[in-house]
């Protein structure tokens, strides 16, 4: 997904709002989640956002989402945040927040999703961090 920075998008030191940031990688994860499972999702939490480097106004913003594992309803998903230089095409990582969705059937009821085959060594990465990430996310529940 590639966004403009544009000035209504700024705060008063010219750089995007954390906010939108965070509504544009809500965005990204949920159409990665809805997309591997093909129906509707919710998000169910955000894990971590870590705010790297600003993005100045006028530059391009390029999130990457991929669906790490599906468990019964839910699935993680990673979104990688990237700015981008109009001028030079130099892009530089500026953030990564992980996900959570859930698999909603008709009624709005959570529903089986389907199961993530990984085929490369970063799928094989991320399925296997998933899950380490999920069992501190169940042991944190309840504190």
């Known amino acids: 997904m590639t966004e403009i920075v544009l000035p209504n998008h700024a705060n008063a030191h010219g750089n995007i709002l954390g906010g939108r940031v965070m509504h544009l990688i809500d965005l990204a994860a949920a159409m990665a989640a809805a997309r591997h499972c093909r129906q ?5 939490s955000v894990d971590s956002l870590v705010f790297l480097h600003p993005i100045k106004v006028g530059a391009l913003v390029l999130l990457e989402a991929n669906v790490c594992r599906a468990f019964r309803s839910s699935m993680e998903v990673e979104v ?5 230089d ?4 130099k892009r530089l990582q500026t953030s990564t927040a992980f996900l959570t969705f859930v698999a909603l ?10 199961r993530i085959r990984p085929r490369t060594k970063a799928d094989r990465r991320r399925f296997e961090g998933a899950l380490e990430r999920r069992e501190q996310r169940l042991q944190g529940k309840g504190r």
């Open 80 to 84: 990688d945040v990237f700015s981008e």
């Open 86 to 89: 109009l001028q030079s095409g």
């Open 105 to 114: 059937d008709e009624d709005g009821n959570p529903r089986k999703a389907p």
């Open 40 to 44: 509707q999702v919710v998000t169910a």
